[in-house]
């Protein structure tokens, strides 16, 4: 397990973990900046466990996955479609991820502060909002994991990879929410990323060798990679200068100008 090529393995699919798992990152900050502070790192610890033991126990039942994660479960004759295991979770997860993010941007625009959340008691709220990181972490989960058996043919590689991965995105999740939280163009921007994501998992759900064939998650990480050092260049401008103020023609002036003509 310890040879150099296992290495190799193990540090190039941990970095890929961490890279696929910034959008879980994201949107687990989003749903954590709306707990109140004493239950973020309570939250924070479900997530980190609560991904890891999903990761392990579909690493655990990798061989079926593979042989049964592409079968076709059922085909609608309306539309002459078959559909998958993974299909169906891409599906569910992506009409989730859209709604939900929809609905937060709704909020941000609308000022609904309580919109989307049971207005029973706090725990349940708390549990109701673990349940939404869980389920989208799974649906994130199951992604990386066919990701994983391209690269490693270790199962023992994997496990220890999605761990390392976990802990790291654990460990920068406070930085990142509370900088989101802190920064609302950010937020917005973080929003409509989740938006596009919801989007390709409908697509990769629907039909996963179009999605494939038109790399669709490059041009969108690649535009959102872009779209946030902009931000990033254009915060640090308005830290550092005043607004930039338009040379508009004085109306007054040109009217007084006309008038003694």
């Known amino acids: 397990m310890f040879s150099l090529s296992a290495l190799i393995s193990l540090l190039t699919l941990t ?16 749903i954590m900046g709306r707990m109140p502070k004493a239950q973020q790192k309570k939250a924070r610890y479900y997530w980190m466990f609560g991904g890891i033991i999903i990761r392990i126990a579909l690493l655990s039942s990798l061989t079926w996955l593979i042989q049964h994660g592409n079968a076709t479960l059922f085909t609608l004759p309306v539309l002459d479609k078959g559909f998958t295991l993974r299909g169906l979770i891409m599906l569910a997860g992506g009409l989730f991820l859209l709604v939900k993010t ?8 609308e000022g609904e502060e309580h919109g ?7 725990q349940n709220a708390f549990a109701y909002m673990i349940a939404q990181i869980l389920l989208v972490d799974m649906v994130f989960s199951f992604d990386s994991v066919i990701t994983a058996v391209g690269i490693a043919n270790q199962v023992q590689i994997m496990i220890v990879a999605v761990v390392i991965a976990m802990f790291v995105m654990f460990l920068f999740s406070g930085r990142i929410a ?11 921007l973080a929003l409509s990323f989740l938006v596009l994501v919801g989007f390709v998992l409908l697509v990769e759900g629907w039909d996963s060798a179009t999605a494939e064939s038109m790399h669709l998650k490059n041009y969108v990480y690649f535009s959102m990679a872009f779209s946030f050092s902009v931000e990033l260049l254009n915060m640090r401008l308005r830290k550092k200068s005043h607004p930039v103020e338009l040379n508009e023609p004085d109306m007054d002036a040109s009217m007084k100008n006309d008038s003694n003509a």
């Open 116 to 122: 989307g959340v049971p207005s029973a008691s706090k």
């Open 15 to 30: 970095l890929l973990e961490i890279v696929l798992g910034i959008d879980n990152v994201i949107f687990v900050s989003i």
């Open 102 to 109: 929809v609905g937060e941007i709704h909020q941000k625009l």
């Open 178 to 188: 509370a900088f989101i939280e802190k920064h609302p163009t950010l937020k917005m």
